[in-house]
């Protein structure tokens, strides 16, 4: 009875009902003396009982002639002020719904003039559900992707409008109808879609056979989708100015800026090998949207780019391109060298220089000529050099191939000999070149790449090499642990360079090495003829440890070694948490995975597990976390971010072995 009563408030605009059916003594009475929460023993025992009580008191509450009476002009869309009250009092019903144990089924047994406003308030409910909500009430409304206890609960994100509750099918078919529009094929390619510029919107079989029942789908696209007008909510008062107003705006879209310049790796992710490209067709770039749409009045807002860096979108539109190339399907004999030349700009940007990146990621790239990569190389762009040059390893990975060799050869100081004319090479461009040798060396063993490898990581800063050295030494850790892929301490020739001990020196401290025999033919790169950073001599662990701990982790991949694991175990004690890094807990938890491959589970006993027992109070929600716990947060969150990764990379693995 209380439900109908929460049906007739739900609508008040739409279908007002007459005053004497509230008060009426049927109303307070319950005539028909039947429940929800027995409906199903009525239904399975007594059925005739149970829809002749159910007819009996839906035409009590509701009838069709008083309605045909109130429909005539109520039946229209409310107001636009009254949307939240109507959305807040569609979830009292779900919520009332849940009380009385109603399930889905026995929305079948109502007449159709009551059941139609309950499945009205399930689906204005579907799109944006309260977090709160019980597993219940998700799947009343469908959602069972938030049904999941593990699932992650509803956020809503700034983005496009989904104020409407509509299904994947739906927004399927309109992309389709959209499509035919506009005069395009029907066919379900991903390039003949002219709305569907970033590939986000995914229309196959496969995706309405697996994901047709939830909107988990839908919300993955709306969360990574950069080519609309972020949605501006930004409270209004009496007492702001216009120009209070204004820079409110411009400080939102700044904020919002950084989640938009972010979003091609996931998009990347989500949309690999969905389209299939045409030899006549250019790749399409989907651009990045910085601008904002207002709720209020649907006027749209441009961010001013004169409070952002001058090359805020550089390094964004390199990985926006990578993703724009990761949209084209694997092993496409369309993708050929005039295709690759075919789309190559007038002029040098990010952009290309990620496509670049992106085809060698798929192994396209091995169809350029010498002759292609030398003028790629001649256009001195930092950005193309570096995508044209991990792009090629990449696509030669693990072949030692002599001609990519050489042309990695010539960005790295460190292996020319001491007469070798000196070359100015930037600094991003040397740590793309060195992480291309460690592509090209995968799993080689080679003992020269190693000893040179080893050495950059603990490289020490002189006057023309101040610049990105973090970055450098990380890459340098990353390639040695690829020339060294899960060999251990089992490789041979390599026994008499102690790469453990040295590794485990850069990541726990100590006195920086003696310089070896292969930089030896480099510059001398003394300390003291830096007259700008004197580390002196020990090593300097905020510039080491990164590249040295996934060093480790991949040396020792998946051999589950469990004394070189116990290196790599977060601290105990909170003096030796805090004074680690939060990225460096990160890194170290990650390498300690990738050694113990077999022991990854998704489970909360595992995260447990690698959470230190002196920080556990930091996230324990029963009790107030003390001091000590409080400021460790970062470093448990590391943690816990860590696991989720390691997680779905063992997933996949799973996924492709099998």
Request: charged content about 20%; proline content about 5%.
């Amino acid at each position: 009875m209380s439900l109908t009563i929460e049906i007739l408030r739900v609508l008040p605009d739409r279908l007002s009902p007459p005053p004497s059916l509230l008060t009426s003594n049927q109303l307070m009475r319950h005539p028909s003396g039947i429940s929800f929460a027995d409906s199903r023993e009525l239904r399975e025992h007594r059925p005739h009982v149970f829809m002749g009580g159910l007819k009996r008191h839906a035409s009590s509450l509701l009838s069709p002639c008083r309605v045909a009476e109130r429909a005539g002009g109520r039946w229209g869309g409310a107001e636009g002020g009254a949307d939240d009250g109507r959305v807040a009092r569609c979830e009292s019903v779900v919520m009332m719904m849940v009380n009385l144990r109603m399930e889905l089924k026995d929305l079948d047994l109502l007449p159709l003039s009551v059941a139609l406003p309950i499945r009205e308030c399930l689906c204005v409910c579907r799109s944006d559900p309260p977090s709160s909500w019980p597993r219940e009430a998700y799947i009343l409304i469908s959602r069972h992707d938030l049904a999941s206890p593990i699932a992650p609960r509803p956020v809503r994100v700034s983005g496009t409008d989904n104020s409407q509750g509509s299904d994947l099918v739906a927004d399927i078919m309109a992309d389709k109808q959209g499509a035919m529009a506009a005069g395009g094929a029907t066919s379900d390619k991903v390039h003949t879609d002219a709305l569907n510029v970033d590939g986000t919107r995914q229309d196959s079989d496969f995706a309405r056979l697996r994901f047709g029942k939830d909107r988990r789908l839908v919300e993955v696209r709306r969360c990574l989708s950069a080519t609309n007008p972020v949605r501006l909510r930004i409270p209004s008062s009496a007492d702001i100015t216009d120009h209070d107003i204004h820079a409110a705006h411009q400080s939102r879209l700044q904020i919002l800026a950084r989640r938009t310049l972010s979003l091609a790796v996931g998009r990347g992710m989500f949309t690999l090998g969905l389209a299939t490209p045409l030899p006549t067709e250019a790749l399409p770039i989907p651009p990045l949207q910085l601008g904002g749409r207002l709720a209020s009045n649907d006027a749209v807002i441009k961010l001013d780019l004169a409070l952002l860096p001058c090359d805020h979108a550089a390094w964004p539109e390199f990985h926006n391109g990578v993703a724009a190339a990761l949209r084209l399907s694997l092993g496409q004999t369309a993708i050929s060298r005039t295709w690759i030349v075919y789309n190559r700009p007038e002029t040098a940007n990010h952009a290309h220089a990620g496509v670049l990146m992106g085809l060698g990621l798929q192994g396209h790239l091995k169809a350029l000529a010498k002759t292609d990569l030398y003028s790629y190389l001649c256009l001195d762009h930092e950005a193309t050099q570096i995508g044209i040059m991990l792009g090629m390893a990449v696509s030669k990975r693990g072949t030692l191939d002599e001609g990519v060799f050489k042309m990695l050869y010539v960005h790295i100081p460190s292996l020319h000999p001491a007469n070798y004319p000196d070359l100015e090479v930037s600094s991003a461009v040397q740590t793309a070149a060195v992480m291309g040798i460690g592509l090209l060396y995968q799993g080689s063993k080679n003992r020269r790449m190693a000893e040179m490898l080893l050495a950059e990581i603990g490289r020490r800063a002189s006057n023309d090499r101040l610049q990105d050295r973090e970055g450098f030494s990380l890459a340098a850790g990353m390639a040695l642990g690829l020339v060294c892929l899960g060999q251990g301490n089992s490789a041979a020739g390599l026994a008499d360079l102690h790469i453990e001990n040295s590794l485990r020196k850069y990541i726990g401290g100590g006195r920086a090495a003696e310089q070896t025999s292969a930089s030896a033919q480099a510059p001398v790169t003394d300390p003291t003829l830096c007259c700008r950073i004197k580390e002196g001599d020990h090593v300097n662990l905020d510039v080491t440890a990164p590249g040295a701990t996934l060093a480790l982790g991949l040396m020792f991949l998946q051999t589950n070694n469990a004394t070189v694991a116990a290196r790599l175990t977060v601290p105990k004690t909170h003096f030796l948490l805090q004074y680690l890094r939060p990225d460096l807990v990160l890194l170290r938890v990650l390498a300690r995975n990738l050694i113990m491959w077999d022991s990854i589970t998704a489970s909360k006993e595992f995260v447990d597990e690698l959470i230190p027992d002196i920080v556990k109070g930091a996230y324990d929600q029963t009790a107030a976390p003390k001091k000590e716990d409080a400021r460790c947060v970062d470093r448990v969150c590391a943690v816990c971010v860590c696991v989720c990764v390691c997680v779905c990379v063992r997933s996949r693995a799973c996924v492709m072995h099998a």
